[in-house]
């Protein structure tokens, strides 16, 4: 078997490549500031020592961290549209889901986060006068966006090798990108590992990024 690479080139990238990647990389960003809105939300509702907040929040994240995220994508993707009587279309699908799913991720992670910052900061912004809305906001959760920062986009990482999941769906991501590319010049073998050698290379760049971040942040401390 001889493996051509010669049919990589700037035409090939632009008419098949850039678009999947700039769907995957718009699904990521949107997905985690997305996730991390109402993983906060959820995670306060954990912390609120309230059933009627606490139980539906801990249903929800749990069950969402019991179920494989290729199922939720597909379930979503088939099930919706049977209920509402229209497609809503695999891009919309996947947007939604991630959203969904990675809240239930990024909840864990700010609620560990938020439970690391020093009871005594609390009692001191009580002691000031502030309300709950109030000391979260302004004392707790700045410091505790501060130190989960590398474990959110480490997060935020793995998100991205996800997208591909999107695969299952239909959804023209980077690995679609290339499949298309591979099926239109006979060439499927030599895509698909220059996709994983893409992956890998976005990947640890950004795992790179992440553990100098972590370095400078625990200076700080």
């Known amino acids: 078997m001889n493996l051509d690479f010669s049919i990589l080139n700037w035409s090939l990238i632009e008419g098949f490549i850039l678009k999947g990647l700039w769907f995957s990389i718009t699904l990521t960003i949107v997905a985690t500031l997305g996730g991390i809105l109402f993983g906060t939300i959820l995670a306060l509702m954990r912390l609120s020592g309230k059933k009627w907040l606490d139980v539906p929040a801990a249903i929800y994240v749990n069950g969402m961290r019991s179920v494989p995220l290729v199922m939720?994508?597909?379930w979503f993707f088939l099930l919706v549209p049977f209920i509402i009587g229209r497609p809503i279309g695999a891009e919309y699908s996947a947007f939604i889901t991630f959203i969904a799913f990675e809240a239930a991720y990024f909840s864990e992670i700010m609620r560990a986060?938020?439970?690391?910052?020093p009871r005594g900061q609390v009692y001191a912004g009580q002691a000031m006068g502030m309300t709950y809305g109030q000391n979260m906001k302004l004392v707790i959760l700045p410091q505790a966006f501060r130190n989960m920062l590398p474990v959110l986009l480490t997060q935020?990482?793995?998100?991205f090798q996800d997208t591909s999941l999107v695969y299952a769906i239909g959804a023209y991501d980077l690995l679609k990108g290339f499949e298309t590319a591979g099926k239109n010049f006979g060439r499927p073998i030599e895509m698909y590992l220059?996709?994983?050698?893409?992956y890998f290379i976005i990947c640890y760049s950004l795992s790179y990024v992440v553990k100098q971040l972590h370095k400078k942040i625990a200076i700080i401390r």
Do not use: F, N, P, R
């Open 156 to 159: 935020t990482i793995i998100l």
């Open 72 to 74: 939720v994508i597909l």
């Open 194 to 198: 220059t996709a994983a050698v893409l």
């Open 113 to 117: 986060g938020i439970q690391s910052i």
